[in-house]
């Protein structure tokens, strides 16, 4: 009897708090409870102190991402402010780099990357004005025969496949999207012939959305720089997001990419004339005979070809 007599007091005493006394903050959760009675009548919710030491929490991480690797987050210290150094140089040499795919708009622009698969932007670029004057927008691509769009974009490597695709995501844009360019991951790689890179291009340079797309290039130069381990392209997105600040992202793909381009090929380059691979490479990228390392997919091909021994033929017995 007493215990429910206690029971019922404190709930008489004590103010309901709803969802509307709570404020969620970008980052963090904080929470503020407003009393309802005059000041002291009432207990309030404790706030805590925030203090330059205190831990903030991480960023809310998609289904299925990847966090930083062991190696990125040890040296934390170290690879930051050189990947800041890094972001800096490029930011001199690349201000306002402009997206290498031609487009109008953002239909536009997701139908070229998707056709950038394999296959070079100049080539890109070679093919999209004829289609883009067949087919401007979703719902006049989705009325085109997959055999003419085949034919328009026939110089592109597995042009086949990628007309189908075009065709498709145009039609399934104008049935679950009005024709409009979704701004959801989900909903983007969603799509027929839309990967998780193609969906951050377009998050990122249409919607304007955080995203850092990984191509070959930055894949390549990340690695050279000792900026992820190189094991994954979806490793290589988490160690640089945990690196750079989130402001950067959409802008520092486009100016990695250029740069690989113009100063860091994929083979026979020369580290010592590389404005940031002469200080920022890594052991064995530091050196042109490292562009040739058996780490990377490439090198350890090539050394299974040198090292592979042809046995003997055996002879014929008589």
């Not at 055999?147 to 844009?173: C, D, F, H, M, Y």
């Amino acid at each position: 009897m007493m215990w429910s007599s206690l029971r019922a007091a404190l709930f008489v005493s004590t103010p309901l708090r709803t969802v509307s006394n709570v404020r969620f903050q970008t980052g963090r959760i904080g929470a503020q409870v407003a009393g309802s009675g005059e000041s002291g009548s009432t207990p309030t919710m404790p706030t805590m102190p925030t203090t330059p030491n205190m831990p903030t929490m991480p960023k809310k991480k998609r289904a299925g991402e990847k966090q930083a690797s062991v190696n990125v987050r040890t040296n934390e210290a170290t690879l930051r402010p050189k990947a800041l150094e890094i972001a800096s140089r490029l930011g001199k040499l690349y201000p306002d780099p402009p997206i290498p795919l031609d487009h109008a708009t953002g239909y536009q622009l997701l139908v070229a990357v998707v056709l950038s698969a394999q296959t070079t932007d100049v080539k890109v670029n070679e093919v999209t004005p004829e289609l883009f004057k067949m087919g401007p927008d979703a719902e006049a691509m989705s009325r085109c025969d997959v055999k003419e769009i085949a034919r328009v974009i026939g110089t592109l490597g597995l042009a086949p496949t990628k007309a189908k695709n075009v065709r498709a995501l145009s039609a399934q844009l104008v049935e679950q999207h009005g024709g409009v360019v979704p701004r959801t991951f989900e909903e983007l790689e969603a799509l027929p012939g839309v990967g998780h890179k193609t969906a951050s291009v377009v998050m990122s340079q249409v919607h304007g959305m955080p995203s850092f797309p990984v191509d070959t290039h930055i894949h390549r130069l990340a690695q050279r720089w000792g900026l992820t381990d190189g094991s994954s392209v979806e490793q290589t997105e988490a160690d640089l997001k945990f690196l750079f600040p989130e402001a950067m992202w959409n802008v520092l793909h486009l100016q990695i990419i250029y740069f690989g381009r113009e100063f860091c090929p994929a083979r026979g380059h020369d580290p010592a004339t590389c404005p940031l691979c002469s200080w920022a490479a890594v052991h064995p990228y530091d050196s042109m005979a490292g562009t040739e390392t058996t780490k990377s997919p490439q090198g350890k091909k090539r050394a299974l070809r040198k090292k592979r021994v042809v046995a003997p033929k055996r002879k014929k017995q008589l």
